[in-house]
């Protein structure tokens, strides 16, 4: 019994070694090119985010624009005129934070394009 336990430990302890002794290189290539894609799709998508979020923004004003003047006037003016400050600042704070992350992700992809892949055991 105590020889068929030690022999199966021995087994999965060499098995260990020879999975942690395996060049990495092969899968850090394919790797690297996998997320280097998924920085510069991730830097896209903020790009098209913060697009949208700027378009809402210049609807919002225009739809300000368009309100009759008797919007503006009465018990809820006030109500309304911080309603829409407050929309265009959240809005204006989203188009910050996706452009922000939209030129994170472009760095890391550069950088990723320009380091050269060397983690071979050599």
Known sequence: MKTATAQTFTVIFLFTLLLGALPV????????QQNNANHSTLAQHYKEQADEYQARIEDEIEA??????????????????EHVVFKL???EMAVE??????????????????????????
Do not use: D
């Open 25 to 32: 290189s092969a899968f850090a290539a394919g790797s690297v």
């Open 89 to 91: 600042h959240q809005l």
């Open 97 to 122: 934070e996706n452009l922000e992350k939209a030129a994170y992700h472009e760095k890391m992809a550069a950088e990723q394009t320009l380091q050269p892949v060397s983690l071979s055991s050599n």
């Open 64 to 81: 300000v624009r368009n309100k009759p003047s008797t919007a503006f006037l009465g018990r809820n003016a006030k109500h309304f005129k």
